[in-house]
């Protein structure tokens, strides 16, 4: 088993409390607070100003209400995104004031339909808006809430003048966070924008890897090899973990691999994603009867992650993370 702070990983809120409020909202954000995450995910991208907003994507069509808003009939486009075309309407095609004009809405309705009864409730954060919760939050709470903010698309808006780093940074140094025992990780798919944040911020970061494909910058042949002994000693030039597919680390079918062990000798934290109670997104066996919106058994699926060593975990269930952490830390197995 590899070694690790198996009895103690962090748990990281998944775009929030993601699984029950809609995501990147400060509804979102505040449940996964008071569940105990210890960090909270705003995936940023920028307005047409400039600001720093938090949506998994710059295309907003599934997450707000823009559509309804026939002031922004016009702005419907289409775009190259990471060498794909996406039609919908964008961040950055959008100021600050206006974006705020729009509310929030689930983006899964068909797995998580309770979640609609909160559409229309919260507007789009800002990255100043979230660094304050987190900042509240733990001066009310006594513990101190983290940020895991990841920058999305960073070469895509570096191509149109909208580069994300100085941005983030700036934001990190006003709120006195540009440190290396700050209360923060940086996130990206991308290898360039982090090897560039590494020459301008001592918090550390976190080199995302998905199952398939490879860094949309172009700087790596594949996350595939990324992830071998040889790759991970690479990453471990510029980075301080890896944000890997957790199906990276247990297939859907047949053993473990040897990743967590493999990163932890390079030197790597180890932050799988992302763990969800839907059987939609569960490996097979943990799975529940019924349909794809049925809960299964998420918390057994974190434990077992747990024991093979990560150092922390997405969850869109920060509850269920923290409860299924708790279970192994009480295990006499893994009492120190």
Do not use: C
């Amino acid at each position: 088993m590899a070694t690790g702070p198996a009895t103690r990983p962090i748990v990281i809120a998944h775009r929030g409390a993601s699984g029950e409020r809609p995501e990147h909202t400060l509804l979102s954000y505040e449940l996964a607070i008071e569940q105990g995450a210890d960090f909270i995910e705003p995936d940023l991208v920028p307005t047409k100003d400039g600001v720093l907003v938090a949506r998994h994507e710059n295309e907003i069509s599934g997450t707000t209400d823009v559509a309804a808003h026939p002031e922004f009939a016009a702005r419907k486009t289409t775009k190259t995104i990471d060498g794909a075309p996406v039609t919908g309407w964008f961040t950055e095609d959008f100021t600050l004031a206006e974006l705020k004009t729009l509310r929030a809405k689930e983006r899964l309705p068909q797995l998580r339909p309770g979640n609609t009864r909160y559409d229309g409730q919260a507007e789009i954060p800002t990255f100043d808006e979230i660094i304050a919760l987190a900042k509240k939050a733990s001066r009310e709470s006594g513990r101190t809430i983290g940020i895991y903010p990841e920058t999305k698309h960073p070469s895509y808006f570096a191509s149109i003048g909208l580069p994300l780093e100085e941005r983030l940074v700036t934001k990190l140094r006003e709120a006195g966070w540009d440190r290396a025992d700050a209360p923060v990780f940086i996130q990206s798919f991308e290898v360039a924008n982090l090897k560039k944040l590494k020459t301008m911020t001592r918090v550390p970061l976190i080199q995302l890897m998905s199952a398939s494909g490879a860094p949309a910058d172009g700087a790596e042949p594949s996350y595939a090899a990324m992830a071998t002994p040889k790759g991970l000693k690479h990453v471990a030039e510029y980075a301080a973990g890896i944000g890997p597919e957790r199906t990276m680390i247990l297939p859907a079918s047949g053993p473990a691999t040897s990743l967590v062990a493999d990163a932890h000798a390079a030197g790597l934290e180890v932050h799988p994603w992302t763990f969800r109670a839907e059987n939609f997104f569960l490996l097979p066996a943990y799975r529940s009867p019924g349909g794809p919106a049925e809960h299964g058994r998420l918390a057994e699926e974190i434990v077992y992650f747990i024991g093979l060593g990560v150092d922390g975990l997405f969850s869109d269930y920060p509850y269920i993370a923290v409860s299924a952490r708790a279970s192994v830390s009480a295990s006499p197995a893994h009492r120190r």
